[in-house]
């Protein structure tokens, strides 16, 4: 909250000397019986009297408020002990420029160009002209441009449907909640609870995002499929930290690892690969394993990762697993209900 009355002002009569134990009657701007309060604190919790009394000096003690006021000030009548004669008025007093940080826009205070107030629909609008007085932002177009505010992602709070949030890390890069009650999910690794809003140009000193989607200098697409993925081109696919979107590209596997998504996984070895928990990844998401004739001479094995379930025709399997037949080609294709199965 502003000061409406600067730190050590000091009031004076009509002959120059200074007001003693004069008074000040707040009111609102426009208006000289409807009283607007002020507070001796900035976080509004003591209330100054009205009118309030100026010291030995014709000093104000501490005036705190919000908006626009009309402030009239008054000799001392010792007598009744209670304000006098009235000395001078002015209006609007307060905040005439937006000063304070979004606070609701009023009809008397005067804004300037970059002023952000708070119209009465619970947006947020920015003045895109100097003098702008009396204009509402919510109706007119000319003198406000509606903005949103974009805050980083915070751990402790709850984000609903449509929340949309930075995370550090990644060159302020957007993201959007898809679902409510979105609590402690990092934008960054969990992509079935946000999604990136926008593409991004690859470049080698930019950090990105689980299943964040870029575009490289041939004007190809690729999406990360991993968490805080940095100085990895997409080119060099072997890196593994990338899958192309336009097209169904082919992984050689050896050695075992955890499978890549939407992306044909060519098993060369006889080792046992994992599939990715089915909650990191989109429901409907695939994987497909494929064991051409040149390496069918092995016999490997995928299986789910964490407590997921491998569902066939017979429901769930129990072993959670598909073991491949030595001397036989084959291709297997695994989907996600993006929750806790992989169906093949």
């Known amino acids: 909250m502003p000061r409406i009355i600067d730190a050590f002002a000091q009031f004076f009569d009509g002959s120059g000397d200074p007001l003693v134990n004069g008074w000040l009657k707040f009111t609102l701007s426009g208006t000289n019986n409807t009283d607007k309060d002020t507070y001796a604190d900035i976080s509004e919790t003591i209330a100054n009297t009205n009118p309030l009394q100026l010291d030995a000096e014709g000093r104000c003690p501490n005036v705190f408020g919000q908006g626009a006021y009309r402030v009239t000030s008054f000799t001392h009548d010792a007598v009744l002990d209670a304000p006098g004669s009235q000395i001078q008025q002015f209006d609007p007093v307060g905040n005439l420029a937006g000063g304070a940080p979004f606070e609701d826009w ?21 003045s895109l002209i100097n003098d702008n007085q009396g204009n509402d932002p919510t109706l007119d177009a000319v003198s406000w441009m509606q903005i949103e505010l974009v805050t980083y992602w915070n751990a402790n709070k709850t984000y609903s449907s449509g929340d949309r949030v930075r995370i550090s890390g990644t060159s302020g890069y957007i993201f959007t909640s898809l679902v409510d009650n979105n609590s402690n999910k990092d934008p960054g690794t969990n992509s079935v609870e946000w999604q990136a809003d926008l593409i991004r ?9 689980l299943n964040e989607v870029v575009v490289d200098s041939n004007g190809v697409l690729w999406r990360s499929t991993v968490a805080d993925n940095l100085n990895n081109n997409p080119n060099d696919y072997d890196a593994a930290e990338w899958r192309s979107v336009v097209t169904e590209p082919i992984y050689p596997q050896t050695g075992g690892a955890t499978l890549l998504v939407n992306t044909i996984n060519e098993l060369q070895d006889g080792s046992t690969y994992t599939l990715p928990e089915a909650d990191t990844v989109q429901n409907g998401d695939w994987i497909i394993c494929e064991q051409p004739d040149k390496y069918s001479s092995f016999t490997p094995t995928v299986q789910v990762g964490g ?36 169906r093949i």
């Open 106 to 126: 009023n009809s008397v205070s005067i804004y300037s160009i970059g002023n952000i107030v708070a119209g009465s629909d619970s947006n947020y609008y920015i």
């Open 307 to 342: 407590t997921d379930a491998m569902e066939d025709s017979d429901g769930d399997d129990a072993d959670g697993e598909v073991l491949f037949d030595a001397g036989v080609s084959s291709i297997v294709r695994f989907i996600s209900n993006g929750v806790d199965k992989w």
């Open 201 to 209: 140009t690859w470049d080698a000193t930019s950090e990105f995002a």
